[in-house]
């Protein structure tokens, strides 16, 4: 696993903006400001050791176990059943491990003999010769040892005879099945299927032996393979293991009731909608590190309207803040596929194409404004118009300039402008509010900031929920060799409803014959209902447009201004840090130059 906050990509994205100067590695990599022989200075995301690591130590595990003679008093029939589900848990834990080392660095070497059997790692290994395996040899070997896995594992987790509070986290069948269907839409994306015909990889080969380490012509029928594999975890949650949250709420409201819900995947133990992560966990610190996922959850987004300073450096970002979708009419605010104009070769996000069906509006206000979910205490107060009329997940996870700070006993609103007056006013330095909105999605209703201890949260981190599975298979439906449109609708549907939307049939007429708008929209529903789950990142680049999206100034509002009018504008240069970058060298995170001088026999990654 990953400590010490190494890992978390919400800040690479273009989901997030951040400006905290305290790990300044999260700049280096959303700048693009590394080198192979610089990765230390990116050093949350030089993983590579730490991954093989925990590789050996599995198989070490699974050529040593047999070696248990007895465990807890247990008789020998109990023994050899925990030693089955140890062995399962092992091989799921070496096949997710690689799966982390292939989406950060893409083809990677793999521990194996020549049938593509796993093999005890051996010390001596001679550095001249071991060289990367084929990014398909990798597929394979890594969906082969989580099918064994999902043979092996159970269902619940406390199928393994312990309380099942006590091993929150462990390996299920289904979390085995979740990460294979992680793998298996990777497989078919774009970067890692023909590259789109771009010819990106098509001189990416072995140094030593030749061969192409991607493959460099689009197969359909790995499309098929990972509908499959969504499809088969679809059916266990079907057969009653896993649902989306949607009775959560008391409330008789429905925009209520969608915010309560949405809320309760994050809050409620051992909902039934998390496949694998942590079912609820305290942190220890602001920063609390979750290890189910490999990445940290970022509890610091709370401002400082309690006066005990408040940490704001991780904000959604303007895009991510323009997706959320129109309640009345269930569109998306700008054009799918189209958000904005270009300034200077980058996406400006103060020119905004606003779909004119949406019912959006992008400058104004409103006079008595009430927000509609989790603040019927807050009275009536001047609005920014783009900030109305948005689905219950915007007010949920997003807390804009001006708007009252949902908790009832403290009555406060969050102004993040520079002025005295203000909540949470602006600073130039320190990892103060700088983008205009906040991000409370982990934050409860009515929680508590007196102090820092405050921030200390029990939360539910899901590293893979059924939402992310139901949006798999809608994408898997539209690419697949036989699309199925229709079908695809259907469970974008079952998440939008969730939300209080209405069916993207509806809001979109004859969206369910157009595979170029469907997958537009089943893209933007991914940014909007996983946002700041790290799965934005991974999604820009299997496929294939971190380049175009990620390219942009920093745009945020005018949080320097010193009255509230004025800071609703848009500015590129309110933000200290430098832009971010995206080119094609950093779809794969290089290998360290210095693991190179030992490795000589290693091709590095294209561009480095």
């Known amino acids: 696993s990953i400590s010490n906050r190494e890992g978390w990509v919400v800040a690479r994205s273009d989901e997030a903006q951040f400006s905290w100067t305290m790990w300044v590695y999260y700049l280096i990599f959303r700048e693009g400001n590394y080198s ?49 589900q140890m062995k399962a848990e092992a091989k799921f834990l070496r096949a997710y491990y690689y799966y982390c080392l292939i989406r950060q660095y893409g083809p990677v070497y793999i521990w194996m003999d020549s049938e593509g059997n796993p093999v005890t790692p051996d010390i001596k290994a001679d550095g001249s010769t071991i060289e990367r395996n084929t990014m398909q040899e990798c597929f394979d070997f890594i969906l082969r040892q989580l099918d064994e896995a999902i043979a092996e594992l159970p269902v619940h987790v406390g199928d393994f005879g312990e309380i099942a509070q006590d091993w929150q986290g462990r390996a299920t069948k289904g979390a085995a099945m979740a990460v294979k269907c992680r793998v298996a839409m990777m497989q078919a994306s774009p970067l890692y299927n023909g590259q789109n015909g771009t010819g990106l990889y098509d001189d990416f080969v072995s140094k030593s032996n030749g061969k192409k380490f991607m493959p460099t012509t689009y197969d359909a029928t790995k499309w098929d393979y990972a509908a499959d594999a969504n499809k088969a975890l679809i059916d266990l949650a079907d057969a009653g293991e896993y649902a989306l949250i949607t009775d959560a709420s008391t409330s008789t409201d429905p925009m209520q009731a ?28 602001y920063g609390s590190y979750l290890a189910g996922a490999g990445q940290i959850m970022c509890c610091a987004l709370a401002p400082q309207i309690e006066g005990v300073g408040g940490y704001a450096g991780i904000t959604p970002s303007l895009k991510l803040v323009d997706a959320f979708p129109m309640q009345a009419t269930g ?52 609005a920014h118009i783009s900030t109305t009329g948005r689905d219950a997940r915007f007010y949920q996870c997003i807390v804009p300039n001006g708007f009252p700070w949902p908790n009832e006993n403290k009555k406060k609103f969050f102004t993040c402008y520079n002025n005295s007056e203000c909540t949470s006013p602006f600073r130039t330095s320190g990892d103060s509010n700088r983008a205009g909105y906040m991000w409370r999605k982990w934050y409860p209703t009515n929680r508590q900031l007196d102090n820092w201890q405050a921030y200390q949260m029990s939360v539910v981190y899901p590293s893979i929920r059924l939402a992310e599975i139901y949006l798999n298979y809608a994408e898997c439906l539209v690419e ?10 259907v469970y974008l549907n079952k998440v939008r409803n969730r939300a209080g939307l209405n069916n993207i049939e509806v809001a979109y007429p004859g969206i369910d014959g157009n595979k170029d708008l469907l997958r537009e929209a089943i ?40 009255t509230y009018e004025e800071s609703w504008e848009r500015v590129p240069d309110d933000y200290p840090g430098g832009k971010p970058t995206f080119v094609e060298r950093d779809y794969l995170f290089p290998i360290y130059s210095g693991h190179l001088a030992q490795m000589t026999n290693m091709t590095q990654n294209p561009g480095f």
């Open 36 to 84: 192979s022989a610089t990765t230390v200075n990116a050093a949350g995301f030089l993983t590579w050791d730490k991954f093989y690591q925990a590789i050996s130590q599995c198989t070490v595990f699974l050529n040593n176990i047999d070696l248990m003679k007895e465990y807890n008093n247990k008789g020998p029939e109990e023994l050899a059943r925990i030693k089955k």
């Open 258 to 285: 969608a915010a309560d819900n949405y809320q309760a995947i994050f809050q409620k133990p051992w909902n039934k909608e998390t496949i694998w992560g942590w079912w609820k966990r305290e942190s220890s610190e």
């Open 331 to 382: 569109r998306y605010p700008l054009k799918l596929g189209d958000m904005y104009q270009k300034t200077n070769g980058r996406l400006d996000y103060s020119k905004p194409n606003v779909d004119p069906l949406s019912g959006y509006t992008a400058e104004g206000w409103k006079e008595g404004y009430k927000v509609p979910v989790n603040a019927d205490w807050a009275p009536a107060f001047k």
């Open 480 to 489: 697949k060799s036989s699309p199925d449109l229709t079908t695809a609708c």
């Open 523 to 562: 893209r933007m529903e991914r940014m909007v209902e996983l946002n700041g789950e790290a799965v934005r990142h991974y999604d820009a680049v299997r496929w294939m447009i971190a380049p175009e999206e990620y390219t942009t100034e920093n745009w945020t509002l005018h949080c320097s201004a010193t």
